[in-house]
C-alpha cells in the first residue's frame, strides 16, 4: 500500500458498490482507478488488507448511523506510515443510508512527534540513572532504535586518525543485507561532521549519491549525524538515516537537539564529579546555547539562575511567569520533584510581550552549588497545540461540510440554497457580517445579507447596482475565481471605498464559479483589521463549491421545468392556430402566450401585403410600446418589416450597438432596447414578421432562437390561411358583385336594345344605371378631335343648375377641351379603358378656366366624393372613337371594369345605325371572342331549355366553368395570350359535349354548360372529361407552351329549381367548393350542402 500524498477519498452506495474514488485510493490499493469503480468493496479484501477496507465491508453489512473515527499503520517505502480515518454514512430523505462516504489522511508527522517526545521523556529519566557512561550510550542506542522514523541507525567513534570506526549497528528489516565497514572513512563534506559539535542534517538530492558507505540505503533522503560531547570534543558520532527531508525547523529536529541537550546535561553530570566547577562553567554555557528556557529553582518556586532565553529579574518567582489559573498546579508540581526526582507537564506561559504560551516543563531534581535545586526546563509546544487545534477544526469543519452539503443538495430552489449558504457562513465565521452578491451581465446585486441590520444599512446595500468593471476587487475575484482577502483596506489598492462601506477593515471575498463563470461572490466583512485568516477563506472556498454544484443542479432542474412550460405552450399555440381560421380571434391570445413562452417585455406583429407591398400592425401588446407609431400612415412597420424580410433570417438587434437609421427606426415603436426581429414566410411567400422586446442586457440563447423559429412558422402559417380565405372571400365578393353588375347592365343594355335611336337609347341606360346607384355621362368626340360635347349625363339638371347661377346667359350645351396627356386623350386615342380611384383630381383638369375657381361647386353637382370611382370607356363604332362613356360612383370596383367594357361594348352596339340591327342582335348573343353564346345568348337558350326540362319531367345539368388563375396567365403573357388561352379552352370544351347541349360565355374566364336531358351523374362524368381534356394537353401560343387548368361546379335542375339563374347559382357555388378545395376539379352542388363544405 502506497502511503497517500493527499488525503484519501472514497464513496460507497449501501451494497457495497464504489461509487466514487480518487487517484489517492487507486494508489493505495495498487489499482487503476478504471478497474475500482462500479466493484463491489469486498473485491479489495484480500488485494489491499486494510482496516478500513474490511471496516467497510463490515458497515456495508452492519451499517451504522453514526461516523467513526480509527487509525491505523502502513509499512512502505520502509517507513511505518500512520494514516487516520473517518467513516461518514450520509442519510437519504428516507432516513436510510444512502452513502457511505470515507475519508483518510496521513497523520505519520503527528506520530513521529508523539514518538520522539516519549523517546525525550526516556532520555531524561536515564540521564539522572547512576550508571556507567558506556551503558547509557548502548540504553541511548537501542532507545532510538525504537523509532519508526529512523531504518537505519549505526554509532561511530572518531580517533586520533581522524577516521570513524565502527561501535556498533542496529539491525533494520528495511535493510537485511546492509553491513558497514568497521573503518568506514567518509567522502567529501559528509567526513567533518564527525568531528563538528553540533547536529548536522545532512540532505541527500535526489540523483546525487549518498557518501560512503551509506550509498547501499538508496530510500534516504537525509542524514543526520548526531555528534556527543565530553569536555568540549566529539567523542561519539551517532548517524540517523532517514527517508523524508528534515529541514529546520522541524518539529522533529527540535526534538533531537532537545535530545541532544539533554545528552549534554547527562555528560556534564558525570564529569561534575569529577570537577563540579568545571561541570558548572560547561553547564551554563550549554544553558546558554539552548534555545529552551531553563530555570533553576528552589521548592518555593524562586529562580537562581536562567539561561539567555529567559532574564531574571531581582525576587522573581517561577509563579509570576505563570497565569494565575495554573499557579495553583505548579506549586504541586514542584512539591511532587523531591518524591518522584522528575515531573513533566504542559501549562501556558506569560511571554515578555504579553503573549500567552503553551509550554511543556520538566521539573528534575538535582544539586546546584552544593544545594538541593529543581531544574525547569521550558519547551514552546504552541505550534504543535496550534497543529492539533487546527487538525481538530479541519475534523469539526469537515463533518460540518457534509452537513453543509446535504442540506444544499436537498433542495432545488435557489432561493432556498442561497438561504443555506448564508446561514453555512457560521460555521467559518463566528457572528458574520456577509453577503451574496449574484452577478448578471457584468452588474452585481445583493441578494441576502447578514449581520448589517445592526449598522441600518441593510436597504442601501440591497438598493445599490454594482458596476464589476469599478471595483477592483470584485473584478479579480469574477476574472480569476480565485478567493480574495484583505487584512486591513485601508491600505489596501484592491479596496474601493463607497459611503455605505468607510467602517470596513478586513475583507473576505470568495467567488462561486459554475461552468467556468462566476455566478456569485461571498463576501465577509469586518470592522476589525486582520479580522480573517486563509484557513477561513480556504473554508468558505469549500462551501462555495458545494453550493456550486447544488446551484448548478437548481439550474438544471429549473430549466427543464421552463423546458417543459415552453413544450406546452408551444403545443398550445399550435392547437390554437389549428384550431382557428380567423386570425384575428387568436393574436391577442397568441401574443399573450409568447410574451410568456420567451419572457419578454413587448411583442408586435406585422402582416405583409404582397400584392401592394405595404405592412400593417396586426398585434401588439406589452410594455415599451409606442401607441402612436400605429397609425395606418406610418412608414415605419413597412421599413423594419421589409428589411427583416429581406434578411431571411431571425436576427437579434441590440440598439445601442446599432447605427442612427435602423435605431430610430425601431424607436418610433418601442423602447425595448433588445429586439428579436422574426420573419414569417409560408411556403416561401413572405407574410409579415414577429418582434420581441428584451431589457438591457438581456441574452438570446440559441434555444430560444430554435422556439422562435418554430413559433414563427406556426405564426405564418396561421397568416397565410387567414389570408388564403380573405383572399377567397374577396375575390368571391368582387364576382359576386361584378356578375350583379353584369347581370344589371345586362338588363339595362336589354332596355336599351328596345330603341332603334340614340334619344331613346341614353335616356333608357341612364335610366337603368341611376336604378344601380351608378351616375354616367356620354361625351361626344368632336369634328376636329380636339373637344369633347358634354351632352348627357345622369346629373345633368343638378350640373345644369350650377352653370346657371354661375353664368344665366351662357348656353346650355358644354364643350370641353382634350388636355393633350390624361386619361381622356388616351381613352380616344389608344381606345383605352381607364378606372380611377380619385376622380375629382381627372375632373380639375377639364373644366374650363372660367369654371375652376367653381370646382368645389361642380364637383358637388356630380355627388363625386373621396369615394366616388370613375370607368372612362371609349365608344367605339366601326373601330373608330366616337366618344366616351363614364360611369362614376362610390359601389364601383376594378373587377368591374370587365363589366363596365362589356356594358361599353353593348352602348356602342346600341348606338349604330338601325342599318347595322340585324348585326346587333347576332352579337348581342354571340361571344364574338369564342364564337359561343354570350351571356345573353346562353339565357335566352338556356331559359327556353330549362322550362321545357320541368314542363316534360326530364333531366338538365349545368356546368359552371372557370379557368383557373387566368390573371396570372394575362399578367405573364399578356392579354392576347390569355385570349388565344379562352380560344384554346373553348375548343376543347365543345369537343366534349353534343351539338344540342348549350355552351355559352358567362363573362371573363367563365363558362356555362347547359347539358340536356343529362343528369347529376352524366354531368360529372363530362365535367370531368372536359377538365382532363384541358389540364392534359399544353395550350401552344408564340409567346411559349403552358398548361392551363379548369375548376367546374356541378347542379342539377329540381321542380324547386325557380329559374335559371337559380341553376346557375347553385353551379357557381359548386364552382366555389371547387375552387377552395384547390382548384383543378370537380365539385357539385351537394357538397355545398354538406355541414363540413360548409365550415371550410
Known amino acids: 500500500m502506497a502511503p497517500p500524498n493527499n488525503d484519501i477519498l472514497i464513496s460507497l452506495l449501501p451494497d457495497g458498490t464504489i461509487s466514487a474514488a480518487n487517484e489517492e485510493f487507486a494508489k493505495f490499493v495498487h489499482r487503476p482507478s478504471k478497474e475500482i469503480l462500479q466493484k463491489n468493496i469486498s473485491t479489495l479484501v484480500n488485494a489491499a488488507p486494510s482496516k478500513i477496507i474490511v471496516h467497510l465491508l463490515q458497515q456495508v453489512q452492519s451499517p451504522l448511523s453514526q461516523a467513526t473515527l480509527f487509525e491505523e499503520s502502513v509499512f512502505s517505502d520502509h517507513i511505518n506510515h500512520w494514516i487516520q480515518w473517518v467513516s461518514q454514512p450520509v442519510l437519504g430523505k428516507d432516513k436510510k443510508i444512502a452513502m457511505i462516504k470515507t475519508v483518510g489522511r496521513d497523520i505519520t508527522s503527528l506520530k513521529r512527534i508523539e514518538e520522539i517526545t516519549r523517546v525525550q521523556r526516556d532520555l531524561a529519566v536515564m540521564c539522572t540513572e547512576e550508571e556507567e557512561l558506556s551503558k547509557k550510550f548502548d540504553k541511548l542506542f537501542h532507545l532510538f532504535g525504537t523509532l519508526t522514523l529512523f531504518p537505519l541507525q549505526a554509532m561511530y567513534r572518531s580517533s586520533t586518525s581522524e577516521k570513524a570506526f565502527l561501535l556498533t549497528q542496529i539491525a533494520n528489516p528495511a535493510y537485511p543485507d546492509l553491513s558497514l565497514p568497521a573503518e568506514a572513512p567518509f567522502q567529501s563534506q559528509a567526513g567533518q561532521f564527525l568531528a563538528q559539535p553540533y547536529i548536522h542534517n545532512y540532505p541527500c538530492e535526489k540523483g546525487s549519491p549518498l557518501p560512503y558507505p551509506f550509498e547501499v540505503a538508496r530510500d534516504l533522503t537525509n542524514l543526520i549525524f548526531f555528534p556527543v560531547l565530553q569536555q568540549g570534543k566529539v567523542i561519539t558520532v551517532y548517524i540517523l538515516g532517514s527517508s523524508e527531508f528534515l529541514t529546520p525547523p522541524a518539529p522533529i529536529y527540535g526534538r533531537l537537539a532537545n535530545i541532544s541537550d539533554q545528552i549534554q546535561n547527562c555528560l556534564r553530570e558525570i564529569q561534575n564529579k569529577v570537577d563540579l566547577t568545571q561541570r558548572e562553567d560547561d553547564l551554563q554555557a550549554l544553558f546558554d546555547s539552548l534555545d529552551q528556557m531553563l530555570l533553576i529553582i528552589d521548592k518555593s518556586g524562586k529562580i537562581y539562575e536562567s539561561n539567555r532565553s529567559y532574564i531574571t529579574q531581582h525576587n522573581q518567582t517561577i509563579f509570576e511567569l505563570h497565569p494565575m489559573e495554573v499557579r495553583q498546579t505548579l506549586a504541586k508540581s514542584i512539591q511532587q520533584v523531591r518524591r518522584n526526582q522528575h515531573n513533566c507537564f504542559e501549562t501556558q506561559l506569560i511571554a515578555q510581550s504579553g503573549e500567552i504560551l503553551e509550554v511543556e516543563i520538566n521539573f528534575t531534581f538535582t544539586r546546584w552549588k552544593g544545594e538541593n535545586r529543581i531544574v525547569a526546563v521550558y519547551t514552546d509546544i504552541s505550534r504543535q497545540i496550534r497543529l492539533q487545534t487546527l487538525e481538530h477544526e479541519q475534523r469539526e469543519f469537515a463533518a460540518n461540510l457534509v452537513n453543509i452539503a446535504n442540506a444544499f443538495n436537498s433542495s432545488l430552489d435557489l432561493d432556498t440554497i442561497l438561504d443555506n449558504v448564508i446561514n453555512a457562513l457560521e460555521k467559518v465565521v463566528s457572528t458574520p457580517i456577509a453577503n451574496i452578491m449574484l452577478i448578471e451581465n457584468n452588474v452585481g446585486r445583493v441578494v441576502r445579507t447578514r449581520g448589517y441590520e445592526q449598522l441600518g444599512i441593510t436597504e442601501i446595500i440591497n438598493s445599490r447596482r454594482f458596476k464589476i468593471d469599478q471595483f477592483k476587487c470584485l473584478s479579480t475575484q469574477c476574472r480569476d475565481h480565485n478567493e480574495m482577502l484583505l487584512f486591513d483596506t485601508l491600505d489596501n489598492p484592491n479596496w474601493t471605498p463607497l459611503p455605505e462601506s468607510h467602517w470596513i477593515r478586513s475583507y473576505l471575498g470568495v467567488p462561486i464559479v459554475i461552468k467556468g463563470h462566476t455566478f456569485a461572490v461571498i463576501s465577509c466583512d469586518s470592522n476589525k483589521p486582520n479580522a480573517f485568516t486563509f484557513e477561513q477563506a480556504n473554508r468558505i472556498k469549500m462551501i462555495a463549491d458545494q453550493a456550486a454544484i447544488a ?184 364576382f359576386e358583385h361584378a356578375n350583379a353588375l353584369i347581370t344589371s347592365l345586362s338588363f339595362v343594355a336589354t332596355g336599351m336594345l328596345t330603341s332603334n335611336d340614340i334619344e331613346g337609347i341614353i335616356p333608357t341606360m341612364i335610366t337603368g344605371l341611376e336604378n344601380l346607384h351608378i351616375h354616367s355621362a356620354i361625351f361626344f368626340l368632336g369634328p376636329a378631335g380636339d373637344t369633347l360635347s358634354f351632352d348627357y349625363c345622369s346629373r345633368m339638371n343638378e350640373l345644369r343648375g350650377q352653370v346657371k347661377k354661375i353664368y344665366p346667359f351662357r348656353d346650355e350645351k358644354i364643350i370641353l377641351p382634350i388636355p393633350d396627356s390624361n386619361e381622356f386623350r388616351q381613352a380616344i386615342d389608344e381606345q383605352k379603358l381607364f378606372f380611377i380611384q380619385n376622380p375629382s383630381i381627372l375632373l380639375r383638369t377639364v373644366i374650363p378656366p372660367e369654371f375652376t375657381i367653381f370646382a368645389n361647386r361642380i364637383q358637388e353637382a356630380l355627388e363625386i366624393t373621396e369615394s366616388t370611382k370613375l370607368m372612362i370607356l371609349p365608344l367605339i363604332v366601326a373601330q373608330k372613337t366616337i366618344g366616351l362613356l363614364c360611369l362614376f360612383g362610390q359601389n364601383l370596383e376594378q373587377i368591374d371594369m370587365k363589366a363596365g367594357e362589356i356594358f361599353n361594348s353593348q352602348i356602342s352596339v346600341a348606338l349604330e345605325n338601325a342599318r347595322l340591327m340585324a348585326e346587333v342582335k347576332r352579337l348581342a348573343v354571340t361571344d364574338e371572342l369564342t364564337g359561343i353564346s354570350n351571356r345573353r345568348g346562353l339565357f335566352e337558350l338556356g331559359n327556353h331549355e330549362l322550362a321545357t326540362a320541368l314542363r316534360q319531367g326530364l333531366p338538365l345539368t349545368c356546368l359552371m366553368i372557370d379557368l383557373d388563375n387566368f390573371k396570372d396567365i394575362n399578367d405573364k403573357y399578356g392579354h392576347a395570350i390569355g385570349d388565344v388561352t379562352l380560344q384554346e379552352v373553348t375548343r376543347r370544351v365543345t369537343q366534349n359535349i353534343r351539338s344540342i347541349d348549350i355552351f355559352g360565355r358567362y363573362g371573363g374566364e367563365e363558362f356555362v354548360v347547359l347539358l340536356i336531358q343529362s343528369n347529376l351523374n352524366t354531368g360529372i362524368n363530362i365535367a370531368e372529361r372536359i377538365r382532363k381534356a384541358v389540364a392534359e394537353d399544353q395550350i401552344e401560343t408564340e409567346d411559349g407552351n403552358f398548361l392551363a387548368t379548369i375548376s367546374v361546379g356541378v347542379a342539377e335542375a329540381t321542380p324547386d329549381t325557380e329559374s335559371l339563374e337559380t341553376l346557375i347559382k347553385q353551379s357557381d357555388q359548386a364552382l366555389y367548393v371547387a375552387k377552395h378545395n384547390g382548384r383543378n376539379q370537380v365539385a357539385t352542388f351537394q357538397q355545398v350542402k354538406k355541414p363540413s363544405a360548409k365550415a371550410s
Not at 617 to 643: R, W
Request: glycine fraction near 4%.
Open 551 to 734: 446551484i448548478e443542479n437548481a439550474n438544471v432542474h429549473n430549466e427543464t421545468k421552463k423546458r417543459l412550460k415552453q413544450i406546452a405552450l408551444i403545443n398550445e399555440l399550435t392547437r390554437s392556430m389549428i384550431a382557428n381560421q380567423e386570425i384575428q380571434e387568436i393574436l391577442p391570445t397568441l401574443s399573450e402566450k409568447i410574451l410568456t413562452l420567451f419572457d419578454a417585455n413587448a411583442i408586435i406583429i406585422t402582416r405583409w401585403n404582397i400584392e401592394d407591398q405595404t405592412a400593417a400592425v396586426v398585434a401588439k401588446t406589452g410594455s415599451g410600446l409606442i401607441t402612436n407609431s400605429f397609425k395606418s400612415d406610418t412608414t415605419c412597420p413597412f421599413k423594419i418589416t421589409q428589411n427583416v424580410l429581406e434578411d431571411k433570417q431571425i436576427k437579434i438587434i441590440d440598439l445601442d450597438k446599432e447605427g442612427t437609421e435602423k435605431r430610430e427606426a425601431y424607436q418610433h415603436f418601442t423602447y425595448n432596447p433588445v429586439i428579436m426581429a422574426i420573419p414569417l414566410f409560408a411556403q416561401e411567400f413572405p407574410v409579415g414578421a414577429l418582434f420581441l422586446g428584451f431589457s438591457q442586457g438581456r441574452k438570446i440563447t440559441q434555444e430560444e432562437i430554435s422556439i422562435a423559429e418554430y413559433t414563427a412558422q406556426q405564426i405564418a402559417t396561421s397568416i397565410y390561411k387567414a389570408n388564403l380565405f380573405e383572399q377567397i372571400d374577396f375575390r368571391r365578393e368582387q
